[in-house]
């Protein structure tokens, strides 16, 4: 059934593969802790996507949720220039449902999966081989009656026996599967084993040239990105990652970083791809400010040091010669200079013009509601930085959807005495006042008091305050993550006073929790068993 070791050609410099890259940020990504996006901010990520140039964006798992639906649906309905995928396991209720989402899309894609290891086969589906290959036939089959390009993923593939992995993903071509995707699922694979399981499959199985080998790892062990540029040096054509590299667990393949590595070393990998390498910090820089996860001042490509010369000897190097100490250049992965100052004088249009250059899309009143709280900072602040743009934008995004808004607050703590603290939320026209004595310091006061006025309670999981900009009249940002009722929410808060960012972020927080939903505090993905 097996075809036997091909002859690997080499590949000369100006024989260069393009690579499709599949960012699966609103899927993968969104699914881990501290990730969640609502629908408004999936959209914003969704068209920043578009901008940076990706081939294919996994939207979302349709089953998963209501909210996932809506999700993947929306976006197929209203975002083009790129493949719009779904998830769905091989079951007929998830493939139908992943269809329903995503038949507004021009350019559609259901991506099918199921476990193939013998630990998942024993222990989680309880299914035997012949079981497992059947099923996944069954569903590339009814995936392919609504829609022609499939992709289909053997999960745990890098833990899957080799013979058993080539007869399921040849079973799978032979269904109709035009994408074989093969998951590093637990990030277990190192770079010399993934390369081989890719190279096995191109060399054993015989209609592999019927479709794209992809690959989608996991960074369990740091090993992500090399692992899936091993799998490009053995054929793969296909990388799954996410922006930042968030993802489940310690997270994805992260798409800067693989992306770079390729343009970067390009005499080594011959291998290209359609991002658009200026647009990768703005996208990196959008998914933190609306996440509120930031990355390591470290990180590859799009941390704030990743170009920063500390060192004498490397700073007296780069003036002799840049290229002594660079091999990337900031400005092609997006560093800009100039961090455009605006400032009261400013107008709508350059506002706007400043929210395009950082990945938003402001029109109609979504621009007029930015640019009232724009001037209102402009008088508070002497120069309004690109930071303290994005920060209004995503407050408006955050307050819009709350049910609960804050109208104003008083707080009196002198010394070391007993704090008391009043104030007043709005909930659909009704305001509500309270006034809370004693506590653990003014911010328990203020928590306490908004927990009784919207009969919501929640446990604190994390709470941070940082400054947007630099200088002593910047604006403070502050998250929380709540637990209620065993799920996590994410709540933030932006302001000139870090009580009032902090108290807002308690809000958005309490809203969420409120609205149910959320993500679970422990254990495994209810939709991945
Ligand atoms: O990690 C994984 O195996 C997945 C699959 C659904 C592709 O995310
Ligand atoms: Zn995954």
């Known amino acids: 059934m097996h075809r ?68 993947v649906r929306e976006i197929a309905n209203t975002v083009r220039g790129t493949t719009i995928c779904g998830l769905a396991r091989c079951n007929e209720k998830d493939i139908d449902r992943a269809w329903e989402a995503l038949k507004g899309a021009p350019d559609a894609r259901i991506h099918v999966f199921l476990a193939t290891s ?70 277990y694979a190192t770079p010399s ?46 990388i799954e990652c996410t922006i930042n590299g968030i993802g489940e667990r310690a997270g994805n393949c992260s798409l800067e970083e693989v992306v770079m590595a390729m ?54 190097g780069m003036l002799k010669e840049r290229t002594t100490y660079e091999i990337m250049r900031p400005e092609d992965v997006g560093f800009t200079q100039t961090d455009l100052v605006l400032g009261k004088h400013s107008g709508r249009a350059a506002l706007a013009d400043r929210a395009q250059a950082l990945g938003y899309h402001l029109t ?44 104003a607050y008083e707080v009196h703590a002198v010394g070391g005495g007993e704090p008391k603290v009043s104030i007043a939320l709005q909930h659909a026209g009704k305001e509500v006042r309270k006034t809370v004595t004693g506590g653990d310091g003014p911010l328990d006061a203020l928590f306490r008091a908004i927990e009784e006025i919207t009969g919501t309670s929640v446990v604190v999981r994390d709470f941070r305050v940082h400054s947007v900009t630099r200088g002593q009249d910047a604006q403070g940002e502050s998250t929380i993550e709540v637990e209620r009722e065993g799920r996590v929410y994410r709540g933030r808060g932006v302001s000139t006073d870090t009580v009032e960012a902090a108290t807002l972020a308690f809000i958005n927080a309490v809203n969420r929790a409120a609205a149910g939903g959320g993500q679970p505090a422990t254990g495994p993905r209810p939709d991945m068993v």
């Open 263 to 316: 343009r970067t070393r390009a005499d080594y990998y011959h291998a290209t791809t359609a991002i658009r390498t200026q647009r990768l910090v703005p996208t990196s820089r959008l998914l933190s400010n609306i996440t509120g996860v930031q990355v390591q001042r470290n990180k590859a490509i799009v941390g704030r040091n990743a170009f920063a010369h500390e060192a004498g000897i490397h700073q007296d």
């Open 4 to 71: 036997k070791a091909a002859q690997r050609i080499p590949m000369t410099q100006s024989q260069s593969r393009p690579i499709v890259i599949f960012d699966t940020t609103l899927r993968d990504g969104e699914q881990s802790p501290g990730c969640s996006m609502n629908l408004e901010e999936k959209l914003e990520v969704a068209q920043a996507l578009v901008d940076l140039g990706v081939d294919v964006m996994e939207a979302g798992f349709p089953i998963a949720s209501p909210g996932d639906f809506e999700a």
């Open 193 to 238: 084993h993934y390369g081989g399981v890719i190279k096995n499959l191109k060399n054993r199985v015989p209609n592999i040239d019927k479709a794209v080998i992809s690959v989608h790892c996991h960074n369990d062990l740091g090993l992500a990105v090399a692992n899936s540029l091993a799998a490009v040096e053995n054929g793969a054509g296909q």
């Open 118 to 187: 013998a630990i998942h086969r024993e222990f989680k589906l309880k299914m035997s081989k012949d079981e497992i290959v059947q099923r996944a036939v069954d569903s590339v089959k009814r995936a392919k009656s609504y829609c022609d390009n499939i992709e289909f993923s053997p999960e745990d593939a890098a833990r899957t026996e080799p013979d058993f992995l080539c007869q399921v993903v040849e079973a799978a071509i032979a269904a109709g599967a035009t994408t074989v995707n093969i998951p590093d699922t637990v990030g």
């Open 364 to 407: 109609g009143d979504h621009l007029q509601d930015v640019f009232d709280e724009f001037k209102k900072l402009a008088d508070k602040k002497k120069e309004v930085y690109d930071a303290d743009i994005a920060a209004l934008i995503e407050k408006q995004m955050t307050v819009a959807e709350d049910q609960w808004q804050l109208v």
